[in-house]
């Protein structure tokens, strides 16, 4: 059985895709920090896992999705490779996602939300050579609109 469940920490915006072809379907990529039970030293430690979900759920999380607040995920874990540019084969690990929810009221993100800026995980750098491919973009912090959630 491939189950994975996950709660952690939005480390961007979601970005959304669209597919090619006659009935284009929505594509969202995000990627979570997910606190480690142990830490070494006293320092906070995190894994930042590659999430993909499709279709309405992924037009949902791009609606109200955003950074540094906590979700919940459930989905399965799916591994590839590829060949970049240089011709280089690049394994690939990230959970498709099936289910998702935010694991936060409006209110406690809005509290936290500061903590977190100032405390924001660093996303790891790639490893030399590593073709990072479309990566995330930057986009700006900041909710427009509500939440549908109180």
């Known amino acids: 059985m491939n189950k994975v469940v996950l709660v952690g920490r939005l480390t961007r915006d979601p970005e959304v895709r669209y597919s ?3 009935s284009a379907t ?3 990529r995000y990627t979570i920090a997910v ?3 142990f830490k070494r030293d006293n320092e906070p430690t995190a894994d930042f896992i590659p999430c993909v979900i499709f279709g309405r759920s992924a037009e949902f999380a791009e609606k109200y999705f955003r950074q540094g607040m906590r ?3 459930s989905g399965r874990i799916q591994t590839g490779s590829y060949t970049n540019k240089d011709g280089v084969k690049v394994y690939t690990t990230e959970v498709i996602v099936e289910d998702q929810e935010f ?3 409006k209110s406690e993100f809005e509290a936290n ?3 977190y800026q100032q405390n924001s995980y660093q ?6 050579g590593a073709d990072v491919g479309d990566g995330f973009m930057n986009i ?3 909710i427009d609109e509500e939440l549908p959630f109180s």
């Open 20 to 22: 090619q072809g006659d």
């Open 26 to 28: 929505a594509v969202a």
């Open 35 to 37: 606190d480690r039970r």
């Open 71 to 73: 979700v919940a995920i």
């Open 103 to 105: 694991a936060e009221s």
């Open 113 to 115: 939300r500061g903590s």
């Open 123 to 128: 996303q790891p750098a790639p490893s030399p």
């Open 140 to 142: 700006p912090d900041g």
